[in-house]
């Protein structure tokens, strides 16, 4: 989901039974990539033989990020499942308030 405000844009992508560690987050030039690698291996060992299992994840979600980014104050944190990516709008980006211009 991307959702926007005057100040900000959010992203919340949901990504349940992984850890903070297990996410990438980068920006190179115009380009936010988000990604995620996990592994994980199962080794279980009865009377005469050996099982093992492996498990592999991964994703990548890249987005072009507009002109009106500041991209040096992107801030992320995951929690409760779901990792929220703020990317705040430059100074001059921001919507003024509606006014009422008095006519003289």
């Known amino acids: 989901n991307i959702k926007e405000n005057e100040e900000t844009f959010h992203i ?3 990504a349940p039974g992984l850890s903070k560690d297990d ?3 980068s920006v190179d030039k115009d380009i936010l ?3 995620v690698e996990r592994k ?4 279980e060992t009865k ?5 093992k299992e492996f498990s592999y994840q ?11 980014v500041n991209s040096e104050t992107i801030d992320a944190k995951y929690e409760n499942g779901v990792l929220l990516v703020a990317l705040p709008k430059k100074e001059e980006a921001k919507e003024l308030p509606a006014r009422t211009i008095e006519i003289s």
């Open 47 to 51: 009377d005469k033989y050996t099982r």
């Open 33 to 35: 990539s988000i990604s």
């Open 12 to 14: 919340e992508l949901a």
């Open 23 to 25: 996410f990438s987050v």
């Open 40 to 43: 994980a291996e199962k080794e």
């Open 58 to 68: 991964s994703f990548k979600r890249s987005f072009h990020l507009p002109e009106t």
